[in-house]
């Protein structure tokens, strides 16, 4: 398996990409960059091109509604042209409250968004004098719709290969299932070893049935927060806080993806609770009630045989890259955690 790690959006990222060549000479193969409503990612993805030598770099993830497809493409290509071809295009949906709320844009149709998106995408790597007509998108613009001149155009740069890798941030069944069809990786979050097969097995083998040979094999990316030691297992708390704030607050009822999925993993019962008490502002006593089971299994903190079986867990339910947070307290111990992972999944 590859290792990758998650760099974190609300920092400085000057300081934090200072650390990576670090953590490049201990083995991580690919950093992946966020974008929320923080730095822009771009910014941050070019320091990093500069700064390193072998690392491959992802957007993690850009959203699809706030830049044109054409606009993620020219991004895309003239990334993995500083970077000398080490670039992975990031690609979600976000969520309403990031899409409606911060950018002033309708959440709409995320499915059919993000094929098209791909597809456009795709169309601008190959060169081609770009024409679609799409649900969402159509290239050029028809008269009707704008002044009439507008004319098919191609990129003038020559991206480094001819198609760059897409990996699609996605957990609800039918954006899993396009997923597997038309995209080289597949990100999802709260990634549960043992309940993965059930919650996604159908809609991964639905989109795989219709997946391009070219395409290769899905890239799978759990993402894991990484201690290894008897001492960590406090550590577990540390990530309350973040599944309070997006299975409770992440969408109102009836439009909170991550909800659904505490609810697919079983955890019905306390994912309508958390919602209820976070939306009320109640966020400690929804803290409180996130499921153990659910922060122990989608991590690796614990033992070093506890993180090796559970390194292996996440082999056999089909991870093939493991994006990992280290939880060190310091530089050279998050490069140890670094180093020990990297030897685990060999």
Same mark, same amino acid.
């Given at each position: 398996m590859r290792i990758g790690m998650a760099l974190n959006y609300s920092g400085g990222f000057k300081e934090t990409v200072a650390e990576l060549a670090d953590y490049e000479k201990a083995g991580l193969d690919i950093v992946f960059v966020a974008e929320a409503y923080s730095f822009d990612a771009v910014s941050q993805m070019g320091y990093i091109a500069a700064r390193t030598e072998r690392l491959e770099i992802a957007s993690g993830i850009l959203p699809i509604y706030s830049r044109t497809p054409t606009l993620l493409a020219m991004t895309a290509a003239g990334m993995d042209?500083?970077?000398?071809g080490r670039f992975t295009l990031g690609l979600g949906a976000s969520g309403p409250q990031v899409i409606?709320?911060?950018?002033?844009?309708?959440?709409?149709?995320?499915?059919?968004?993000?094929?098209e998106v791909i597809e456009i995408c795709r169309k601008v790597w190959e060169?081609? $004098?770009?024409?679609?007509?799409?649900?969402?998108?159509?290239?050029?613009?028809?008269?009707?719709k704008g002044t009439g001149l507008g004319k098919p155009l191609k990129l003038i740069n020559h991206p480094v290969p001819s198609r760059i890798p897409i990996v699609v941030a996605a957990i609800g069944p039918k954006n899993v299932e396009l997923t597997a069809e038309i995209a080289e990786g597949?990100?999802?979050?709260?990634?549960?070893?043992?309940k993965a097969a059930d919650v996604w097995g159908p809609s991964l083998a639905a989109g795989k049935a219709k997946r391009d040979a070219s395409l290769?094999?899905?890239?799978?990316?759990?993402?894991?927060a990484l201690y290894i030691g008897e001492e960590g297992a406090g550590l577990l708390e540390l990530g309350r806080s973040m599944a309070a704030l997006y299975i409770g607050g992440m969408g109102a009822k009836g439009k909170n993806f991550y909800n659904e999925l505490a609810c697919r993993y079983g955890y019905e019962k306390e994912a309508e609770q958390i919602q209820e008490l976070y939306l009320a502002g109640s966020k400690k006593e929804a803290e409180a009630l996130v499921p153990q089971e659910l922060l122990e299994k989608m991590s690796l903190i614990g033992s070093e045989g506890?993180?090796?079986? $559970?390194?292996?867990?996440? $082999?056999?339910?089909g991870v093939t890259t493991l994006n990992v947070t280290p939880l060190g307290r310091t530089h050279e111990e998050r490069i140890k955690l670094l180093e020990k992972v990297k030897e685990l999944a060999a």
């Open positions: 042209y500083v970077s000398d409606e709320g911060f950018h002033g844009v309708p959440y709409t149709a995320p499915l059919g968004r993000t094929r060169r081609e $004098r770009v024409t679609y007509e799409g649900k969402h998108y159509t290239l050029p613009l028809p008269a009707d597949w990100e999802p979050i709260f990634y549960m070893p043992e290769g094999e899905l890239d799978v990316i759990a993402q894991a506890f993180v090796r079986d $559970r390194v292996q867990a996440m $082999r056999e339910s």
